[in-house]
T-cell receptor, first 113, second 115 residues
Framework: GDSVTQMEGPVTLSEEAFLTINCTYT??????LFWYVQYPGEGLQLLLK?????DKGSNKGFEATYRKETTSFHLEKGSVQVSDSAVYFC????????????FGQGTTLQVKP | SAVISQKPSRDICQRGTSLTIQCQVD?????MFWYRQQPGQSLTLIAT?????????ESGFVIDKFPISRPNLTFSTLTVSNMSPEDSSIYLC????????????FGEGSWLTVV
């Protein structure tokens, strides 16, 4: 079945370090891919998305490129801040437009000053 | 984007009781879903709330435990019945519509603790 796999956390970085959180997926068809972020004590917020191969989603300095050949959607940021500390979820949505999301297990990011 | 309001935002519940969570959206949406996030875990879809008909449940979730209503295109409720400590979770409402493209938006969640 369809699935999403994220790198194990927690990821601990110093402020201004470069961030990569790996995400790979298994899916039939051509899903859309998403990154959601969950700040401590809050719900989920959409961070960025990509709907087809080679699309790059970007928001708040974060980027991710939909790589069909490697079935990946890695999240990157050039310089993290303490305020980026959160749990990041990679997700895919079935191309059948049911709206159902399949989530990865989440990766906790801790940024230290 | 859509503005999604959930009530209650947090609650502490007694074992064996039931609690109904409300989800209100600021615009008409085609799709509404309910997810569960157990402590330290990822999100799992409970069911799709269908307007005017019975909800569609995912494997492992049943109507007797998680009855869902959706009387119109902007409102839904999820009831967690006969709660046990294992039901302590965040319950999240999410919505999508063609107007929003293929993006699914989430409410702030309802954080339930069962004691």
């Amino acid at each position: 079945g369809d699935s999403v796999t994220q790198m194990e956390g927690p990821v601990t970085l110093s402020e201004e370090a470069f961030l990569t959180i790996n995400c790979t997926y298994t899916a039939t068809g051509y899903p859309s891919l998403f990154w959601y972020v969950q700040y401590p004590g809050e719900g989920l917020q959409l961070l960025l998305k990509a709907t087809k191969a080679d699309d790059k989603g970007s928001n708040k300095g974060f980027e991710a490129t939909y790589r069909k050949e490697t079935t990946s959607f890695h999240l990157e940021k050039g310089s993290v801040q303490v305020s980026d500390s959160a749990v990041y979820f990679c997700a895919l949505r079935y191309s059948g437009n049911t709206g159902k999301l399949i989530f990865g297990q989440g990766t906790t990011l801790q940024v230290k000053p | 984007s859509a503005v999604i309001s959930q009530k209650p935002s947090r609650d502490i519940c007694q074992r064996g009781t039931s609690l109904t969570i409300q989800c209100q959206v600021d615009s008409q949406v085609t799709m509404m879903f309910w997810y569960r996030q157990q402590p330290g875990q990822s999100l799992t879809l409970i069911a799709t709330a269908n307007q005017g008909s019975e909800a569609t449940y995912e494997s492992g979730f049943v109507i007797d435990k998680f009855p869902i209503s959706r009387p119109n295109l902007t409102f839904s409720t999820l009831t967690v019945s006969n709660m046990s400590p294992e039901d302590s979770s965040i319950y999240l409402c999410s919505v999508g519509t063609e107007v929003l493209g293929n993006t699914i938006y989430f409410g702030e969640g309802s954080w339930l603790t069962v004691v």
